[in-house]
């Protein structure tokens, strides 16, 4: 093989699959299943498969900001990663998010650098401009399902403010509007979709599932393949170009510390002999974090119930017969984009509306119709860390995002709760909901309370990043070209390089990076830079 990339989820497959288009033979060693189950490909399947085996659930360290809580956090574990198995939502992020990478460090990263890799990737089927492109393997799309209480959401967002947006990944992010998903016809196309079917069809890419890598081998400084297990049994394979970590935000980290790359003081704490001290390793970790503002229905409105037995059967058939119906639906099906001091400034906060009263996992599920406006401060200056656990690669590591630890997230989160709860109030909504407040409730208006009431309520939006941050410093991992400083034919290429958290979801810039790793790596000229 020439390339071993370790994970098969976003970053990964649209790096195996440019690779192997490019007549690279490529190996994906992913430590999930194949992306066989029925549900990964129907847009609402995804909240049925929240608590499967398809994603890890990481327990964090008690969080001390939120009341000591310790919240899960659910990656994707299956062939396509978060693609599989997230809510599809197609956000790139601010122009002002890249510009930071480059002015930090990470020359050749910003957005005028990167935008031509989102078109590259993108085949938008209603954008065509200077920032969308429409033949790329991503297919993008508009929702053919939305309810009656997201369209309520989107009016009422703008009787309090709000300006309407036809997209949030043009010009401007600033706004309210219906999301864009990676799907196509009722489908959803994932990373493994878009990328690696196609790829498959050259005789040059390789897929193993179920293979949980348990080191890097090397040869003096030279990264020269990988050990993994696979069925009770321990393989190992060589690469004659690159190793490639494509593991993500949590598991890379973990994954270079087993190899004796990282802090020295945690190596030796667990007996690991050091092979290259990065101090960065696993620090810098970063994640959205949202709260709920909820208000009850005063019918059946939204997608409350449709899960039960016989709407189920009915909506599948209306799904399979007619693409229609609330299967056809990613359930997040609008968001909004704000800055909570000046209406006019570059946003701060995002809110995802869901149709339904959605809380944490852990709580007891609340079984009435609703609506959920769920706020996150997008740039958030919280940092924590990823250690390891102990030195056994099947054991979760330690996972600590230091949740709120900035006082900046938690003044912006109140506000943006307060927002989220003016809009819920707003007339559009008036015939849905109603008129007394579910969650915080009504006579929650103190900001000491308010804040408790993040602290008790707070949950991740699933977008770790950060962990293996690109950067020249002496606290970088990897290069500008996401080669592991100090370390040869070893790179990394996920959500883990990134300097800084982007400005919304993160699935959409994982495959930008893949993208963008596939020129670099192949040694081509990066695509001319963007005007736009």
Same mark, same amino acid.
């Given at each position: 093989?020439?390339?071993?990339?370790?994970?098969?989820g976003?970053?990964?497959?649209?790096?195996?699959?440019?690779?192997?288009?490019?007549?690279?033979?490529v190996?994906?060693?992913?430590a999930?299943?194949?992306?066989?189950?029925?549900?990964?490909?129907?847009p609402?399947?995804?909240?049925?498969? @929240?608590?499967?085996?398809? +994603?890890?659930?990481?327990?964090?360290?008690?969080?001390?900001?939120?009341?000591?809580?310790a919240?899960?956090?659910?990656q994707?574990?299956?062939?396509?990663?978060?693609?599989?198995?997230?809510?599809?939502?197609?956000?790139?992020?601010?122009?002002?998010?890249?510009? $930071?990478?480059?002015?930090?460090?990470?020359?050749?990263?910003?957005?005028?650098?990167? @935008?031509?890799?989102f078109?590259?990737?993108?085949?938008?089927?209603?954008?065509?401009?200077?920032? #969308?492109?429409?033949?790329?393997?991503?297919?993008v799309?508009?929702l053919?399902?939305?309810?009656?209480?997201?369209?309520?959401?989107?009016?009422?967002?703008?009787q309090? $403010?709000?300006?309407?947006t036809?997209?949030?990944? $043009?010009?401007?992010?600033?706004?309210?509007?219906?999301?864009q998903?990676?799907t196509r016809?009722?489908r959803?196309?994932?990373?493994?979709?878009?990328?690696?079917?196609?790829?498959?069809?050259? $005789?040059?890419?390789e897929?193993?599932?179920?293979?949980?890598?348990? &080191?890097?081998l090397?040869?003096?400084?030279?990264?020269?393949?990988?050990?993994?297990?696979?069925?009770?049994?321990? /393989?190992?394979?060589?690469?004659?170009? /690159?190793?490639?970590?494509?593991?993500g935000?949590?598991?890379?980290?973990?994954?270079?510390?087993?190899?004796?790359?990282?802090?020295?003081?945690?190596?030796?704490?667990?007996?690991?002999?050091?092979?290259?001290?990065l /101090?960065?390793?696993g620090?810098?970790?970063?994640?959205?974090?949202?709260?709920?503002?909820?208000?009850?229905?005063?019918?059946?409105?939204?997608?409350?119930?449709?899960?039960?037995f016989f709407?189920?059967?009915?909506?599948?058939?209306?799904?399979?017969?007619?693409?229609?119906?609330?299967v056809?639906?990613?359930?997040?099906?609008?968001?909004a984009?704000?800055?909570?001091?000046?209406?006019e400034?570059?946003?701060?906060?995002?809110?995802?509306?869901?149709?339904?009263?959605?809380?944490?996992?852990?709580?007891?599920?609340?079984?009435?119709?609703?609506?959920?406006?769920?706020?996150?401060?997008?740039?958030?200056?919280?940092r924590?860390e990823?250690?390891?656990?102990s030195t056994?690669?099947?054991?979760?590591?330690i996972?600590?995002?230091?949740?709120?630890?900035?006082?900046?997230?938690?003044?912006?989160?109140?506000?943006?709760?307060?927002?989220?709860?003016?809009?819920?109030?707003?007339?559009?909504?008036?015939p849905?909901?109603?008129k007394?407040?579910?969650?915080?409730?009504?006579?929650?208006?103190?900001?000491?309370?308010?804040?408790?009431?993040? &602290?008790s309520?707070?949950?991740?939006?699933?977008?770790?990043?950060?962990?293996?941050?690109?950067?020249?410093?002496?606290?970088?991992?990897?290069d500008?070209?996401?080669?592991? #400083?100090? +370390?040869?034919?070893?790179?990394?290429?996920?959500?883990?390089?990134?300097?800084?958290l982007?400005?919304?979801?993160?699935?959409?810039?994982?495959?930008?990076?893949?993208?963008?790793?596939?020129?670099i790596?192949?040694?081509?000229?990066?695509?001319?830079?963007?005007?736009?």
């Amino acid at each position: 093989m020439d390339y071993v990339i370790v994970g098969g989820g976003s970053a990964g497959s649209a790096l195996a699959g440019r690779l192997a288009q490019a007549g690279a033979k490529v190996l994906i060693l992913e430590a999930g299943p194949q992306d066989r189950h029925p549900l990964i490909h129907i847009p609402a399947g995804f909240v049925k498969l @929240l608590d499967s085996k398809l +994603l890890y659930h990481y327990r964090t360290e008690p969080q001390e900001a939120l009341n000591g809580r310790a919240p899960v956090m659910p990656q994707g574990n299956v062939l396509g990663g978060g693609s599989s198995v997230n809510a599809a939502i197609y956000i790139r992020g601010q122009r002002s998010d890249y510009d $930071g990478w480059a002015q930090a460090g990470a020359e050749g990263w910003a957005y005028r650098d990167v @935008l031509p890799y989102f078109r590259r990737a993108e085949g938008n089927d209603r954008l065509s401009d200077d920032y #969308h492109g429409t033949d790329g393997p991503l297919s993008v799309s508009d929702l053919r399902q939305i309810t009656d209480l997201t369209r309520a959401f989107v009016r009422s967002a703008q009787q309090a $403010g709000i300006p309407f947006t036809p997209d949030f990944n $043009g010009a401007r992010q600033r706004g309210v509007g219906f999301n864009q998903t990676t799907t196509r016809d009722g489908r959803r196309c994932s990373a493994a979709v878009a990328y690696l079917r196609p790829a498959l069809k050259t $005789g040059n890419l390789e897929i193993r599932t179920g293979c949980l890598v348990t &080191r890097l081998l090397f040869e003096g400084d030279r990264a020269v393949g990988v050990e993994y297990s696979r069925n009770g049994r321990l /393989e190992q394979v060589r690469a004659a170009e /690159e190793v490639v970590l494509s593991a993500g935000a949590v598991q890379s980290p973990k994954l270079l510390m087993l190899s004796g790359i990282g802090p020295e003081a945690e190596l030796r704490r667990h007996n690991i002999a050091v092979k290259h001290r990065l /101090e960065g390793v696993g620090q810098n970790l970063q994640d959205h974090l949202e709260f709920p503002a909820v208000r009850f229905c005063t019918g059946r409105y939204g997608y409350f119930g449709e899960d039960t037995f016989f709407r189920s059967i009915k909506n599948g058939l209306q799904y399979m017969l007619f693409k229609s119906g609330p299967v056809m639906s990613n359930v997040t099906e609008a968001c909004a984009f704000v800055n909570v001091d000046d209406i006019e400034a570059e946003p701060n906060l995002q809110m995802h509306f869901v149709p339904i009263v959605f809380m944490d996992g852990d709580r007891e599920p609340v079984k009435r119709a609703g609506a959920t406006v769920n706020p996150c401060v997008l740039r958030p200056q919280s940092r924590g860390e990823i250690r390891l656990r102990s030195t056994d690669p099947a054991a979760d590591p330690i996972v600590d995002p230091r949740y709120l630890s900035a006082p900046e997230d938690l003044r912006i989160s109140v506000k943006g709760l307060n927002i989220a709860r003016d809009i819920l109030a707003q007339s559009a909504f008036a015939p849905y909901l109603e008129k007394t407040e579910a969650f915080p409730g009504g006579d929650m208006q103190d900001e000491q309370a308010l804040q408790n009431y993040v &602290r008790s309520m707070g949950k991740t939006v699933y977008h770790p990043v950060g962990t293996c941050r690109m950067g020249r410093d002496d606290m970088a991992v990897v290069d500008t070209e996401l080669r592991v #400083h100090g +370390l040869r034919n070893l790179r990394v290429v996920d959500n883990s390089i990134m300097p800084s958290l982007i400005s919304g979801n993160t699935n959409a810039p994982a495959i930008m990076i893949g993208e963008k790793a596939s020129d670099i790596i192949r040694g081509l000229q990066p695509l001319p830079p963007s005007n736009a």
